[in-house]
């Protein structure tokens, strides 16, 4: 489970994230608030209008180089940019630009992590007769190219519907 040490760690890694980003930008920042809530398959979520950002302590457990190198990257341009630019498309150039330029991180908006650990159901996948749920370890192999499943009945490939907006990391 996760300690007081990795969340002081986070902590300090987004504030050294916004300071760089102050830095570059030679304009004052709020730094956001971090909350650790679950949140479905999310790795984490930013909240503009609160300014808070949400991580998933589940997937940080077991992912944690990666929320480091890139998930808190991730969050944090998504505030730098909202507060930079106001309402601009999520993963527009604004956002590439922040990850890539000052961040120097890959604007990636996935991630591969093996989502097993959430206990989650199943994932929704879609086909031309409608919705069809596969289970936790058919969904991470597709989710790392290992697989493709297809409908009996219509031969189409099961595409998955990710929930809403939402996606690996938001
Ligand atoms: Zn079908
Ligand atoms: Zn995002």
Not at 54 to 82: G, M, Q
Not at 125 to 142: D, F, M, P, W
Request: charged fraction near 20%; proline fraction near 5%; include cysteine.
């Amino acid at each position: 489970m996760i300690c007081k040490e990795d969340k002081a760690q986070v902590k300090q890694r987004v504030h050294a994230l916004f300071s760089q980003a102050q830095d570059h930008f030679s304009i004052p920042l709020t730094v956001p608030e971090i909350t650790w809530r679950r949140c479905g398959k999310n790795a984490g979520t930013a909240n503009l209008t609160t300014n808070k950002i949400n991580f998933n302590p589940v997937l940080f457990c077991h992912n944690r180089e990666a929320y480091f190198s890139d998930v808190i990257p991730h969050e944090v341009s998504h505030v730098v940019v909202h507060q930079l630019y106001g309402k601009v498309p999520p993963h527009g150039r604004q956002w590439q630009w922040v990850m890539t330029s000052v961040f120097d991180t890959p604007a990636k908006t996935t991630h591969n992590f093996d989502l097993t650990p959430l206990g989650l159901k199943g994932f929704s996948y879609q086909c031309a007769c409608g919705e069809i749920t596969l289970s936790v370890r058919r969904h991470n192999k597709v989710m790392r190219n290992q697989q493709q499943y297809i409908c009996r009945q219509c031969r189409n490939i099961l595409i998955y519907v990710e929930g809403g907006k939402h996606h690996n990391v938001e």
